[in-house]
C-alpha cells in the first residue's frame, strides 16, 4: 500500500470519528436493551426488575440521544470540511476533534439523567420495552422533544442545506472565485451521510411528533391515537439502529468491498486462512527486501 494511497484516505480522519460513534451509539441498544425486549415479549410482560428497567430505559436514551447528537456532529464536521475548508484544520484538528467528540457524550449522558428524577423511564406493556413514558409530564415531554430531536435537526437541516447550495452553485460554475475544491469522495461521504439524517428523521419524526401532540392537548389528543399507529412509530424508531449499515454498504464502495470479503470468509471460511498465509508471505518477503520497500515508499512521497 503507497503512503501516497494511505494519506489521500485519511484525509478526513476527524470526520470518521463521528462516524465511528455513531456506530456504537447504534450497538448500544443491539447489547443490553434489546435482548431483555425479546425476553419480554416470549414471557409476555417484564421479569427483569425494576432495575434492569431503569438500566435498559437509560441505555436506550444513550442510544437514542447519541445517535442524533453525533449526526449533528458529523453534520457540522462537513458544513466546516465543505463550506469553510481554508479553517477546518484548525478547528478539527485532532486534539479538537476529540474534545468535540467527548462533549457530545457528555450532553448526551446530561440530557438522559434527569429522566431518573421525572421517574420517565418506564416500562409499556405495548411495546414490550422500558423506555421513556410520554404522559409523565407534560412540560418535560415537550422540553425533551424540542431540545432532543427539533433543535439538531434544525442544526443538521440548516449545515446540509449550506452544503447543497455551494455543491450546486460550484456544480453549474456559479462561483468561479471559489477557492474549496470539491472531490467527488468528499460528495460521495456527504450524500451518505444525508441519507443517513434523513432516514433517521423518517423513522424517530412520527414518534416525536406523537409524543409532542399528546403534551400540549392529553385530554383531547390521546384518545384518538390508535394503539398500531403509536407501536408501528416505536418500532420504525427501533428499526433505525440497523439501517446505517445497510446505508454505509449500498452507497460506499470500501464497505461493500468488505461486506463481500466477509460474506465470502463466512460462506467459505477456507479464504481467511488463504488470506492469512498471503498476509505472513508478503511480510516475510517485505522483511528480505527492506531496499526496495524503502525506495518504493520515498517514490510515493515525491510523487
Known amino acids: 500500500m503507497s503512503i501516497k494511497w494511505y494519506f489521500r484516505n485519511l484525509k478526513n480522519v476527524e470526520g470518521n ?8 451509539a447504534d450497538l448500544v441498544v ?152 470539491l472531490r467527488a469522495a468528499d460528495i460521495r461521504n456527504f450524500l451518505t451521510m444525508f441519507v443517513v439524517f434523513v432516514l433517521f428523521a423518517v423513522c424517530w419524526g412520527p414518534l416525536n411528533f406523537i409524543g409532542l401532540a399528546v403534551s400540549i392537548n392529553p385530554s383531547k389528543v390521546q384518545p384518538h391515537i390508535p394503539e398500531w399507529l403509536f407501536v408501528l412509530s416505536y418500532f420504525m424508531a427501533y428499526f433505525n439502529s440497523c439501517l446505517n449499515a445497510v446505508i454505509y454498504g449500498l452507497l460506499n464502495q470500501n464497505f461493500r468491498k468488505e461486506y463481500k470479503r466477509i460474506l465470502l470468509t463466512l460462506w467459505t471460511p477456507r479464504l481467511l486462512f488463504i488470506d492469512v498465509s498471503k498476509g505472513g508471505t508478503e511480510g516475510m518477503k517485505s522483511k528480505h527486501s527492506p531496499a526496495i520497500t524503502t525506495n518504493n515508499n520515498h517514490a510515493e512521497i515525491h510523487l
Open 17 to 24: 470519528i463521528f462516524v465511528v460513534s455513531l456506530s456504537v
Open 30 to 181: 443491539a447489547v443490553y436493551p434489546y435482548p431483555l425486549i425479546l425476553s419480554a415479549i416470549f414471557h409476555n410482560g417484564w421479569t427483569m426488575g425494576n432495575v434492569h428497567c431503569q438500566i435498559s430505559g437509560f441505555l436506550m436514551g444513550l442510544s437514542v440521544i447519541g445517535s442524533i447528537f453525533n449526526i449533528t456532529a458529523i453534520a457540522i464536521n462537513r458544513y466546516c470540511y465543505i463550506c469553510h475548508s481554508l479553517r477546518y484544520d484548525k478547528l478539527f484538528n485532532l486534539k479538537n476533534t476529540c474534545c468535540y467528540l467527548c462533549l457530545t457524550w457528555v450532553l448526551t449522558v446530561v440530557a438522559i439523567v434527569p429522566n431518573f428524577f421525572v421517574g420517565s423511564l418506564q416500562y409499556d406493556p405495548r411495546i414490550y420495552s422500558c423506555t421513556f413514558a410520554q404522559t409523565v409530564s407534560t412540560s418535560y415531554t415537550i422540553t425533551v422533544v424540542v431540545v432532543h430531536f427539533i433543535v439538531p435537526l434544525s442544526v443538521v437541516t440548516f449545515c446540509y442545506l449550506r452544503i447543497w447550495i455551494l455543491v450546486i452553485q460550484v456544480k453549474h460554475r456559479v462561483r468561479q472565485d471559489c477557492k474549496q475544491k
